[in-house]
């Protein structure tokens, strides 16, 4: 499984960017996908998780309400819209996929297998 995330920039607070990522594997595969951030200097944090089906989704509580992952199987690809970015939201974004079973989304960072290499997003206050 490859991942391929862009989408990241720069944007004021208050604005909104949408990250993308392009999941590349083997037909017939079943994953489930995450997004994950890590600004300098911290560690890296879940954000927001989707099932392979895309009928369940998980946020973190600080994006919950702003942020929305959604995907779309015909683009091979998994969005994550984010709104009223704030600055403390600055970080390398990453998603991640996991094998896994239909119906199932992960949301520690331990659980995925596969990364792709990260877009960053800059929120200037």
């Known amino acids: 499984v490859q991942l391929q995330a862009s989408g990241g920039g720069l944007v004021q607070t208050g604005g909104s960017l949408r990250l993308a990522c392009v999941v590349s594997?083997?037909?017939?595969?079943?994953?489930?996908v995450g997004w994950f951030r890590q600004a300098p200097g911290k560690e890296r944090e879940f954000v927001a998780a989707?099932?392979?089906?895309?009928?369940?989704?998980h946020y973190s509580d600080s994006v919950k309400g702003r942020f929305t992952i959604v995907r779309d199987f015909a683009q091979n690809s998994v969005y994550l819209q984010m709104n009223s970015l704030k600055p403390e939201e600055t970080a390398i974004y990453y998603c991640?996929?996991?094998?896994?079973?239909?119906?199932?989304?992960?949301?520690?960072?331990?659980?995925?297998?596969?990364w792709g290499q990260g877009t960053e997003v800059t929120v200037s206050s």
């Open positions: 989707i099932s392979w089906g895309g009928t369940k989704t």
């Open positions: 594997g083997r037909a017939g595969d079943m994953y489930a």
């Open positions: 991640a996929a996991r094998l896994t079973v239909s119906g199932v989304y992960y949301y520690t960072s331990h659980e995925y297998d596969y």
